[in-house]
């Protein structure tokens, strides 16, 4: 008993119980016939689909910014990537590399504006982050509007101009990182490999930052910046430089999702999406103050899960659609517990 | 010692003085929507042939005419209430007038029957099947 | 940076500084009307209705505002309970100012327990108490839906056919309350020059004013500003700092349940699962357009707030379709005006703040500029 008790202090138990719920979950479902495969093969989707954006989480939390509340931030530079390719003409994985290359300079500039704020109200960074996200995205509501985009599967009919709030990608290049090396392994469960590689390097790419010599310096900043202030770390440049980062994760982050989902959504579409991404990192275990990509990992897996399990499990056991007040529930719980337990730690 | 159990008893006093001040609200302010109907009904053995035309009003309200087989919604509010029913002939001339005054509870009906009242019943007020 | 002492060119600075966003409204505004072509008669009936509809939600902030907890967001709590007040009069159908009186009367045992937990919780997040009480705001709406949505009709007893889903429980997306729909602004009906004004609101709303003066000088408002202050030396002056703030979150949370009642009273239907939310946002967003800021806020913030926010709500989208020909786009303009606004005023209160303290570090390392 002693045992098990340290384990979940370590753990921490909403962690525990979050963990413990998924795997009744799994349990349950041929119970109440739901497939098992295809329930795996929906967790490992959405888990590919949304490994990104969580792990643009990790560099802000790092270097002390807080949780990343500010991510439609960089989902917008990834959306104004994703457009661009499409009025490109550009199909297949060249469409998908072009959103890419078209992304990552939009969000490296946004990241930097907002580091360069963010810098300025160093300790209220997450409430502001809140802020930033949802301006940004109701500026761009009207951005979507007025710019310039002519593509006809993109506009609005009629008008000729400005952009639909959901735009397909099927015909561009919807899918080509899902089915590249897919591997079918029944009818309802096949993975997505080429995703999950593609999540797997970009987590590699962030491992092998954080180990070098500007990597380790984040953190220091993050963990201690009077230390760090003390040996000559220039401590607004790392923390700019982490907030590109996440931004432009970001937006890498956001076309990985597109091409799995199918669909590019404008408009008011990204302004909740930082929520998912914050529980999922600290449901992995994450803290606002020290991220791994362990906690990614876990996380993702973790949420994501609950995410495809209970509508599928608990509405055929209790005939009713609970999924969403579940994961209101759950996501916002887990942010609240972490956003309470760091303060106890902090003001002893 | 004594000051806090004085601070606890008129605490609970006045908890309970609100609670009251709740029961009293959902008294005055309780609603019903009545259908005051002009048609012909059959309560128990007796049968009430609606005849006339009715014209009709509920604690001085603005009055509502229904002709023979006329239905129509008053909303009142509170539970005790006078309907004032005038019987109607051809030229719209007033033969009778009724005046009664009557308490709703939570269980009677909201079906006020108009001939069963000219015609002297008792339940004139109608708990409709559901 | 350069050190500025007192001089005039500071002092010019730091009024335009505080005064930004109140000045910046009044500009768009002056621009915004003219193309709108609104009437003035149109405008100050549209204000009249508009103020006593908000006010009362704006002047709940002040409280925790003084008790140094910032923006208090977790005035949804007190939103939602308003609301489940107003769903259960509804099915009793209980009319009027009964009926409003009772809604209130039932709210304000749910808002005081969820303005006690609330309160605790953001104890346990000092410093960082409004993206706290931002989040917990969601937690609840997630409680809101779980018992408005799961349990009322089957735990509680909701009786009317028109308030139930069709699947038997769980309330309606739209609530109609007919029954008490404008009573308060109706009560007591006066009309200057064809502009009808809601006066018994403005009755309550400025009841309430007073409240907010009186309280001021009591001894717990007097402690708020201590703890508001600085909490350390509250609590060496022996003033039972946690105690202090949850009363002030309670008191804030109660008085928004009653706001959002004679809100949903002016408005006469209530979003069951989305009205809580904008009044959360256009509340906190009213009273930084009216220059007050995360620490500091007055009564006059609170009404110039509204009129300006309002204005700028009103005059919009007309706006928008009179310049570019699309509605639409001043919809969007005027959400991005919202979210716009609460980002400004954090930015402008945590860059002073952060000045303040590198200020301080800087003074106490021994005059190194």
Known sequence: MGKLGSFVDHVGWPRVIIAVFLLLLFVAAPFVEVRLDASIGDTLVRFGMNGVLVLAMVPMIQSGCGLNFGLPLGIIAGLLGAVTSLELNLTGLAGFAAALAIAVPFGLLFGWAYGRLLNKVKGGEMMIATYVGFSSVAFMCMMWLLLPYRNPTMVWGYAGKGLRTTISVQEYWGGVLSDLLGIRVTDFLSVPTGMLLFVGLMCLLVWAFFHTKTGTAMTAVGTNPDFARASGIDIDRMRTLSVMMSTTLGAVGIIVYQQSFGFIQLYMGPFFMAFPSVAAILIGGASVHKATLTNVLIGTFLFQGILTMTPSVINSMLQTDMSEVIRIIVSNGMILYALTRVTRVNSK | ?130 | MKKTGLDGTFRLDRFLLTNLVPLLFIGLSAVAIPISQFSGAYLVQEMMIRLARNSFLVLSLLIPIIAGMGLNFGMVLGAMAGQIGLILITDWMILGLPGLTLAALIATPIAMVLGWMCGAILNRAKGREMVTSYILGFFINGLYQLVVLYGFGKVVPIKSADLVLSRGFGVRNAVNLLGIRNCLDNLIPLSIQGIRVPLGTFLVIGLFCLFIVWFRRTKLGQDMRAVGQDMDVARSAGIPVERTRIVSIVISTVLAAYGQIIFLQNIGTMNTYNSHEQAGMFAIAALLVGGASVARATLPNVFVGVILFHLMFVVSPMAGKYLIGEAQLGEYFRVFVSYGIIAVSLVLYEWRRARDRAYARRSLRGGEV
């Open chain 2, 1 to 130: 010692m004594t000051a806090m159990r004085r601070r606890r008893v008129v605490q609970a006093s006045l908890v309970l003085l609100l609670v009251l001040f709740g029961f009293w609200l959902y008294h005055i302010g309780k609603g019903f929507d009545l259908l005051v109907d002009n048609k012909t009904i059959t309560i128990g053995d007796a049968t009430y042939r609606a005849t006339a035309t009715v014209r009709v009003s509920i604690d001085g309200s603005e009055p509502l005419v229904l002709t023979k087989r006329g239905r129509d919604v008053i909303s009142v509010v509170g539970y005790d209430h006078v309907i004032r029913v005038e019987e109607l002939d051809m030229d719209d001339e007033v033969i009778r007038t009724v005046e009664k005054s009557f308490t709703l509870d939570r269980h009677s009906g909201d079906l006020l029957s108009l001939p069963a009242l000219l015609g002297g019943e008792e339940n004139w007020i109608v708990l409709r099947e559901p």
